[in-house]
């Protein structure tokens, strides 16, 4: 498995991608004042923010992956539906921590709602070291909102 780029044609996939997988894992844990502001439009715009840091997996034009890498954080891991469960995760998570490496990045970090059970279990078995609960600052439009998160860090 390797990292791309996305092609520009890919961003309405990805964004596909992102919001199903959101709601996914976070729909039933989030409360309703922040699910208000997670429309897929709203996901467009955070993707286009993010677009220079996006790193994807899979053939062009059905990418199985995405992530987004911004300075040592992991801000953004996620799997298309069909690919959950089937062990692409954790080789994903092995070529995300590469290129941190590769980019002498040595203890990546990212953050986890508190709550995402799943997603915490998943970070801990790849390594992934809970560090703690804290409030954290999620982007909304014309702002942000707080939400507990729990902060993982991994020593490569």
Not at 2 to 27: C, K, M, N, Q, Y
Not at 110 to 118: K, P
Not at 130 to 150: D, H, K, S
Request: net charge positive; charged share 25%.
């Amino acid at each position: 498995m390797s990292l791309r780029r996305p092609e520009p044609a890919e961003a309405e996939v990805i964004t596909d991608l992102w919001h199903d997988g959101w709601r996914f894992a976070h729909l039933a844990i989030t409360p309703d004042e922040l699910i208000r502001h997670r429309t897929r439009v709203v996901f467009t715009r955070r993707l286009h923010k993010k677009w220079p840091n996006v790193l994807v997996t899979g053939p062009v034009g059905d990418p199985t992956g995405f992530a987004a890498l911004i300075d040592d954080e992991l801000d953004q891991f996620y799997l298309a539906g069909h690919a959950r469960g089937t062990g692409l995760a954790r080789t994903f998570m092995a070529v995300i921590e590469a290129e941190f490496a590769e980019r002498d990045i040595r203890r990546p970090r990212l953050i986890c709602t508190v709550g995402n059970d799943r997603a915490a279990r998943f970070y801990a078995k790849a390594g992934w070291q809970n560090i703690g609960q804290r409030m954290g600052a999620v982007e909304i439009p014309g702002g942000t909102f707080e939400l507990p998160v729990w902060e993982f860090r991994k020593t490569l």
